[in-house]
């Protein structure tokens, strides 16, 4: 069953501009380790960013609270699978709300879909409430 859905779409241009007004200080508070190695070894680091921006306003939707109610940004980090296929983790505030919001019997599958065509960036994330097996 369908848990919660979210989408969001972003200015790549909007994040390449908070980067260079901000720096470092707003990529060490947005996003993870994991994000932030990912985004520098690949030549679009601005794409990059942009996508698991969008991933991250994207999951806290699907989670029902966006980036309140002990959702916060750095609970939720996107990696990717030897495939390349992107990866939903979460953390903290943002991981008990979805334990919260996942049925007894059930565990709670993340789909996650990232795509950029300059100047946009977009992602979509699915939650799905699986039987236990």
Not at 43 to 65: Q, V
Not at 103 to 130: C, M, N, R, S, Y
Request: proline share 4%; glycine share 8%; hydrophobic share 40%.
């Amino acid at each position: 069953m369908i848990l919660g859905i979210g989408s969001d779409m972003v200015s790549i241009e909007r994040i390449e501009g908070t980067i260079q007004r901000f720096g470092v200080r707003f990529v060490q508070r947005v996003f993870s380790e994991t994000e932030k190695k990912t985004a520098e070894y690949r030549a679009a680091t601005t794409e990059t960013y942009a996508k698991r921006w969008a991933a991250k306003e994207a999951c806290s939707k699907a989670l029902g609270t966006g980036l309140r109610m002990g959702v916060a940004w750095k609970e939720m980090s996107v990696r990717n699978l030897p495939t390349g296929q992107p990866e939903m983790e979460l953390y903290g505030g943002a991981l008990k709300r979805l334990n919260r919001m996942t049925p007894a019997g059930h565990v709670a599958k993340i789909h996650v879909t990232l795509t950029d065509d300059h100047p946009w960036a977009q992602a979509f994330v699915i939650i799905e409430a699986v039987p236990e097996a």
